[in-house]
């Protein structure tokens, strides 16, 4: 038996007239967390939609656990969504919330409760059960937001960018959760989100979408370290775009197509006389990190590198020499505008 | 749940809703469309002939026609500029000059809120009518004058000065809370005087609500009914007083054509106020607004002044309910004799709450009431999710539908079902409604579905659409997710709507003037005629009635304060 619990087929979606999503395919794997990433209005969240079944698909199919689901309404299709925005039913308490779907399969009473306990203590809410929404922190919003979309034994979890609204401390202690949550329960995560940073380091595989479209699917080391295309290689991390005269005189070789460089792969020196000659324009303290503007040849290059690294009485106008590490170039035939 | 009762559920579903679809659109076509164009017909046409110049001759002949329609002329554009005059200096001194006692202030400009309609003309008449403390203690001192002489368009402009204030009270204090304070510091800055300030800062931003609200008080004073009938007297009629007494001299025609002419213009009014509601909607730039600092006036002579209006405004808006409260814990006797009641006694409350015929007309309006509350609602809270989810034809046809009554006069409307229920209709199972029990809850059920409309609308809207999402992805069908989740959500407004149209129905005067009979007469008419007749007992019963409407008016203004804004701070500046 395949081990594939979702799988999206040649998929159309379609805003009346307006088709958004062309041809996309997916196969998730049972227990993976994959996430969707794109920029916004790339059609991520309808995708996400779709699969819930609040949008109909104008071509292709949806399959859930071997099951065609693409024709059937949200209410019959079993998987458990995480909103943006929790979407907790304010009139309830936190326990009525998780207990919903259980009273709406009219569950006995005792199951419900020791049903909600357990989830509540894995979760790390028990305290919170008696609580309403709105006395609740957003970062126990959450928990309970993914109990109740747990609790009626769903086995695809889908999460609409759920992190969004968190701060930035919190963000990263919820991410842990939701990974620590995942491997405990053994559920697929389909993972919405246009933070690159909390869908590296959440899933198993990135996919990076852009109007509709696939434009590479891996893990998030990979996307990093060998990207597909200028798109991705923009949109993943920060880069360079050096024009082919510069790029040649910093590398020595013959370039066809775009070419970036990331920050962390130029080198900076003002002992040797190795590389090109630049002139500082900025530099930014980031903490551990410093990142430099030079301008050199009517370009601007960024670099990036340790604190540790900068030479101590570097200043902006000083003069330094610039360099490209040995083949950490990528070069695309395609040409992003 | 299994697949098989999930699809049972979708079919009883749509079974539920194309019902519910059917039995909405043919109550708004019988008891609203069909009237309106009954209405047409008879004021057009009589035995197929089209008759507009028989009938237009025939209202230019009628020297009371004319009149009627004089008055209401310049009543309305004296109302208008009276009720400007008061409305704005109240704003002033609850929202831009520094006045001691603002508190108190606020509680007396905003009585009109909760003393209106049928309630508030018998109030002034009490006050001030023949048999009125007023007068009582004028002729005291200028034995010359005369019992009646309140009575008159005097005495209806008078009352309308002070009773149609709550839109200023409501809208313009609104606005003038938007107005930015950082604004007038910035010209203040540049060195603008005060009056350039007002002029070119201030009252640009207030200014569409004020047309608005002066619109409002040209509508309302239009379709006056119970103030002229009440204080109006003999010699004073007005344009909905003269379609009453066409209808019952046997002229539906003519009144039915006046009624159209009144809607027309009513109509054009409220157009032209959404036009400008619209056009007038100024937006901040600022993230976040300051509000305004009243002004203290520096010159004591001009500060006194203002002080002393705003305090005599305040007695005139509270004396006519603190003498209502004060006789009606009265004995009977000592209406029209006394100044301020020598003795006081429950007996009043006694009568009124152990029954009998006295309390007939009450218990009629709160059976009415119920009645058109539960099928309002049952309507609103059918169609309103489905125009606030969906925008197809059906929806644009349930909006005007629920729309109109709003445009609609209540004496064309009166008038429309009078016509259309006088004789066996085969959309009601060939029943004659008129003279019937239900033919006056019918009315006030239209009456009240703009406002219902208005109020579930927003609810509805303010509802978070991934809450029902939510509740699908865990299984829920449609009825179960708004008895579990949607319901819950607007049940506080549903409360708050509730309240408010019972609180309309009680005091509604015009409909219940054409359409009342003997199996229904409401507690409105009742006031009237108690007003007109000389029985003390009942006179007594009728303050009783008063307070208990205005209790229940405070009670549910209240409720709506607490539900929009919370509990609110616990010191409050106001």
Redesign the interface.
Known sequence: MSDIILSLKQLDIAYGDIRVIHNFSLDVKAGEFVSLLGPSGCGKTTILRTI???IGAANGSIHLDGRDVTNE?????????V???Y??????SAFENIA??L????TPENEIKARVEDIAEASGISAQLQKKPSEMSGGQQQRVAIA??LI?GAKVLLFDEPLSNLDSKVRVAMRREIKRLQSEFGFTAFFVTHDQEEAMSLSDRVLVLRDGITEQIGSGKDLYANPANSFVCEFIGDSNRISHHLVERLTGNKFDGSVYVRPEDISISTASDIGEKATISLIEHLGAQVHLECALQGETLHASLFGYDLPAQLKVGDEVRISVRNNSWHQFSDNLK | MTFTSSTQNGRLERIAFFSGIILLLWFLFTFLVLPLLTTFQVAFFSSGEFRLAEITADLSASSRVKKALLNTAWMTLATTVTVGIVGIFQVAVLEYFHVKGRTFLKVAFAIPLVFGSVVAATGYKFTYGPAGVVTQLLQRYFPAIESDWFIGGHGVLYSQTFLLTSFYYLFLRAAMRRVDYSTVEAARSLGASEFTILRRVVLPVIMPTLFAVMLLTIYTSTVSFAVPEIIGGRDFVMISQIILVLNSLGRPDMAAFLALFLGLFIMSMILLMQWIEAKGSYVGGSKTPVPIKLKRVKSPLTNIVLHGIAYLLAGVYILPVFLIMAFSFAPAESIGTEVFPSSFTLSNYASVFSGGTATGPFFNSIRMGLLAIVIGLSATLFAVPIMVKYNNWLTRLLDIGFFLPWIVPSVLLAIGLIVTFDTANPLVANQVLLGTFLILPIAYTIHVLPLMVRFLRAAFMGIDPSLEEAARSMGANGIYRFRRVILPLVIPTVVLAAGYTFNEILTEYPLSAFLYNVNNRPISIAILDSDKSTNLEQAAITLVYAVLIMAFSMAVILFAERLSLGKGPKTNSL
């Open positions: 819930a079944g609040f309404p949200a209410e019959r299709r079993d998987v458990g969504i909103f943006q925005n979407a907790l039913f304010p009139t309830m919903f779907g009273r709406v399969a009219k109740r979309a009626t």
